[in-house]
């Protein structure tokens, strides 16, 4: 299966509740890096996790990172209307390829 | 910092037919990356250069594409002959350093149709 494979798909969920997404992935890592992108945009940096961190926050996002189960999860608290759009984790994997996985398309709805 | 800057956002070609897209990185980025998004395949890299050097071009689908980076501050990715199936949006994105360091900064896309 493909590497940095988030989970769920999609994902709806009404205003300021809590969005959780996942990530799996293969191999080894130096960090792990989630980006969003909002329909018909560029993606966006949201935060990078190194190998040796467990868990890192930026403002309503919180990163964890499981490396013996080699999985990350980022949450979004107090979702709003404008946190709609595809979150994804991406990583290198062995042989240095840089794989995005097929991202979680998340809906906050109003 | 206008950020990464993307030219031409839309194209619309014949099959057959040249394409040319163009990107200019962010200034002080040294690695610069070429993507393609579509529906079937998702994100994929093409290629990523590192102080205008090519890394890794593993991820160009074929000898129809090749890119360019002649100087810090321009990169090109040209397509000949164009193919309907080549249609996508193909970003640029630059970094400080190497390939995942630093975190990547995306431009606008370009969104390519090819009849």
């Known amino acids: 299966s493909q590497q940095g494979e988030e989970d769920p798909q999609a994902l709806s969920i009404q205003e300021g509740e809590n969005a959780t997404m996942n990530c799996s992935y293969k191999t080894s890592i130096n960090n792990l890096q989630w980006y969003r992108q909002n329909s018909g945009r560029g993606l966006v940096h949201l935060i990078l996790?190194?190998?040796?961190?467990r868990e890192k926050h930026s403002g309503r996002l919180r990163v964890t990172l499981d490396t013996s189960k080699k999985s990350s999860s980022l949450l979004i608290t107090a979702s709003r209307a404008a946190d709609t759009a595809s979150y994804f984790c991406?990583?290198?994997?062995?042989?240095?390829?840089?794989?995005f996985g097929e991202g979680t398309q998340l809906t906050v709805n109003p | 910092d206008a950020g990464v800057i993307q030219s031409p956002r839309h194209e619309v070609t014949e099959m057959g037919q040249e394409v040319t897209l163009r990107c200019k990185p962010i200034?002080?980025?040294?690695?610069l990356f070429w993507y393609r998004q579509t529906m079937m395949r998702g994100l994929e890299l093409l290629i990523y250069f590192n102080n205008n050097v090519p890394i890794d071009d593993s991820g160009m689908p074929e000898d129809r594409f090749s890119a360019k980076m002649p100087n810090a501050s321009f990169s090109t990715l040209k397509i000949q002959p164009s193919e309907p199936r080549d249609s996508a949006v193909y970003f640029c994105?630059?970094?400080?350093?190497?390939?995942?360091?630093?975190?990547?900064?995306f431009g606008p896309g370009t969104r390519l149709t090819v009849t």
């Open positions: 991406v990583h290198l994997t062995s042989g240095s390829r840089l794989t």
């Open positions: 996790i190194r190998s040796n961190e």
């Open positions: 200034s002080g980025h040294n690695s």
């Open positions: 994105a630059s970094s400080l350093a190497g390939l995942s360091s630093y975190e990547q900064y």
